[in-house]
């Protein structure tokens, strides 16, 4: 899926590229919709980065279900950790 947001609206909102995938990934983090691991590969971060935006933004970082778990583990298979 492509989003696009026009460059007055990302000049306006003081955003660019980058720090709008992070607001979107935390967004839907934030609902229950992404897993940590999702979160950082849509954002483009690294794990102690996650952890440090989630706790500043009074999220949890371990929300770990048996789906998630499960999730995060694919998530390694795909990026070849595991």
Known sequence: MNVTIPDPLAEEAGIDEKTA???L???LYAQER???ARVRKMAGIGFYE???IALERGL???TLT???WET???TLKDLGRL
């Open 60 to 62: 949890p970082t371990n």
């Open 50 to 52: 996650f952890e440090r």
């Open 72 to 74: 995060e583990l694919q």
């Open 25 to 27: 990934a935390f967004a």
């Open 66 to 68: 048996d789906e998630s």
């Open 34 to 36: 992404l897993s940590p």
């Open 21 to 23: 995938l992070l607001e």
